[in-house]
């Protein structure tokens, strides 16, 4: 954007830097220089406003694109500045010029001018990146950016070369095995044709057209490892930032996997681990540590992007003299705790408001040992983004007594319900009921059971009882998709029953699982799974597909009429959007539990499916391994 502050402008981190924002590298006397030599020396070539002439543009959106991470960044600009310009008399200004100019270049593309004075140190220039918000907002459709496509959790893909009249050609462009026998949950991220995935300890990115190797990184645990798994990265500024097991939060380089930083942020010993995406969205990284039924006291975290330092926590189970902790009551004297937040948020920016599934209360199963609502567990949070202060909430499961994590707010959209037109968001979980609420009234305007419900609201108690869903029914890591042209919502579930019955008390042992009960699965023959296809204004069931086992995979929706998705059966699959008739099936040789995404690359839609690595809940099967499909190139 010429004459004004370009969309995605470049911008700085230091160390020291507020956790308001972050501060610049230059100063105003640098870029009225700069100005002056740019006009005397490069106008000529690049245009009187850096629009382009006889040269490339140096300022706008499709600028600092170009010199985004991982293939390119600020030192490299100022490399080719200082060695290439003017170009027929190259390298022959002063180095004060050089620097007075790239400070006039940072300018004009909508860095502001402080009291630091840029001198083109290699600390410094490692500071510059380039902010993919307006990425994460309106994303490019050949980039798949969220664990879930966007902020807005749509999980929804406007490309359309694949659809129902040519889907069945869809063959295998590439594989890509980790390596490893580790779980295997990653939500692929794809940015500028390369894929960014996780193993429980590896961080890999593979080139997404071809699934050749570019880098991997592996984190050598520090702590005890709770938890083995671990779902995906965030993408921000040319970091990759995901957690670990053992409570660490990475960031590192998405050129070449290089660790920038690590920050011990949760504590195995107490029962928090990480498992969940974070997100990351300008200069903060938010995140929760999954644990629930270990007794840990759950929280939501925002921490720098530049170091990882800690920004601000809302505790989910409140601590003693903060709203919610009177919703605690305690008879017993025991320890209480459970709220872990262990899958994708959503954060819609023009609202500046973020939401988190919170999960269970602990001890598990045992409602008598902590009577009263047990905010904010099993709620949909709504936080505001930069202060991490409550703005909303509503809590679907008060005091539940059956592991029924809520696991999803997303996705965030816009339907006409009621003869209203109406922000919403879509809150599920392992109850096994999708309920939209309206996001400025905060009314819960329609609720659909999207899996088998039986005795469902009888509380646990000494008497054996059997329930329908059971502890991992329902939906699980893998949430809904919104087909804005279709307007329906697509909800993957789990179908799968048992047996619940309460303990007279419940034994706390640090870190290790919290139960005042007990539970026993039916037979994992019985279990299955369902992909519900619900009209998102009118809250009714349009189509379902069953699964012969649970449906735990992501879900993608398309512009071109086509829902991906994968099964435990090892089969990817596509299904017709409008009806849910099959359309393709391949079969991976493991059961598919990560992501399923789309994605372009030089003008070609890929789909990418993570199958093997199974988890404990899931069955264990196969070696992890990405697989890409593609449409051949060859009639």
Not at 108 to 125: E, K
Not at 127 to 147: F, K, N, V
Not at 410 to 415: A, D, G, R, T, Y
Not at 598 to 617: E, I, L, M
Request: hydrophobic share 40%; with cysteine.
């Amino acid at each position: 954007m010429l004459g004004g502050a370009a969309t995605g402008a470049w911008r700085a981190g230091d160390g020291d830097a507020p956790s308001a924002g972050l501060p610049p590298v230059f100063t105003a006397a640098q870029a009225r220089r700069g100005r002056e030599v740019y006009g005397a020396s490069c106008a000529r070539c690049h245009g009187a406003a850096l629009e382009g002439s006889a040269a490339p543009a140096l300022a706008g959106p499709a600028f600092l694109r170009r010199w985004q991470p991982p293939d390119r960044n600020a030192a490299d600009l100022f490399y080719v500045l200082e060695t290439s310009m003017p170009k027929l008399s190259m390298g022959s200004l002063p180095p004060d010029d050089y620097t007075a100019v790239f400070a006039y270049l940072l300018q004009r593309n909508g860095m502001p001018a402080g009291a630091r004075r840029f001198d083109a140190s290699d600390s410094v220039l490692r500071l510059i990146r380039c902010p993919s918000q307006g990425e994460l907002t309106s994303p490019d459709p050949a980039d798949w950016l969220y664990h879930t496509g966007n902020l807005s959790g749509t999980r929804y893909s406007k490309l359309a070369q694949l659809t129902p009249a040519n889907v069945a050609r869809l063959a295998v462009a590439c594989v890509f095995q980790a390596g490893s026998s580790e779980t295997f949950q990653t939500g692929p991220l794809v940015y500028r044709g390369v894929m960014y995935l996780t193993t429980v300890r590896a961080t890999v990115a593979i080139d997404a057209a071809t699934c050749r190797p570019r880098w991997r990184h592996t984190w050598q645990p520090q702590d005890y490892e709770l938890w083995p798994m671990n779902r995906g990265v965030a993408l921000e500024q040319g970091y990759v930032v995901r957690g670990t097991p053992d409570g660490y939060l990475l960031a590192l380089d998405a050129r070449d996997g290089t660790l920038l930083w690590a920050r011990h942020v949760a504590d195995p010993q107490s029962g928090e681990t990480i498992t969940m995406s974070p997100l990351a969205y300008g200069d903060m990284v938010v995140l929760g540590p999954a644990g629930g039924e270990n007794g840990m006291r759950g929280w939501i975290g925002a921490f720098r992007l530049a170091d990882g330092k800690p920004l601000w926590r809302f505790n989910t189970v409140p601590r003693p003299g903060e709203p919610g902790a009177e919703t605690w009551a305690n008879p017993a004297g025991i320890p209480q705790g459970g709220g872990a937040v262990w899958t994708p948020l959503a954060l819609d920016p023009a609202k500046g408001e973020l939401y988190a599934a919170v999960t269970n209360p602990a001890p598990d199963l045992a409602g008598r040992l902590r009577p009263g609502t047990n905010l904010y567990t099993n709620a949909l949070v709504a936080l505001d983004q930069r202060a991490g202060t409550l703005r909303w909430y509503d809590q679907l499961l008060p005091g539940d007594t059956h592991d029924w994590d809520l696991t999803q707010v997303s996705p965030l959209f816009h339907e006409t319900v009621g003869g209203r037109e109406r922000d919403l968001v879509a809150a599920t979980g392992k109850h096994g009921v999708l309920t939209v609420l309206d996001r400025d009234t905060h009314e819960r305007l329609y609720e659909v059971s999207i899996t088998t419900r039986l005795n469902a609201d009888v509380p646990v108690g000494r008497e054996p009882v059997r329930v329908c869903p059971g502890i991992h029914g329902g939906v699980e890591w893998n949430g809904p998709a919104y087909d804005p042209r279709a307007h329906l919502l697509y909800v993957p579930a789990v179908d799968w029953c048992g047996t619940f019955r309460a303990s007279e008390t419940a034994r706390y042992v640090p870190g290790e699982q919290y139960l005042g009960g007990a539970f026993v699965a039916d037979s994992a023959a019985q279990a299955k799974g369902w992909l519900t296809a619900v009209d998102a204004a009118r809250g009714t069931v349009r189509w379902r597909y069953r699964s012969a086992r649970p449906l735990v995979a992501g879900v993608t929706a398309t512009a071109g009429g086509v829902v991906f998705t994968g099964e435990l059966t090892g089969d990817v699959i596509a299904l017709n959007a409008e009806t849910g008739s099959e359309l393709y099936r391949f079969y991976t040789g493991a059961g598919v539990l990560g992501g399923v995404v789309t994605y372009a690359v030089n003008g070609r839609q890929y789909v990418a499916a993570a199958s093997g690595g199974g988890s404990f809940n899931f069955g264990r099967e196969g070696s992890p391994t990405i697989l890409v499909f593609a449409l051949p190139t060859r009639p």
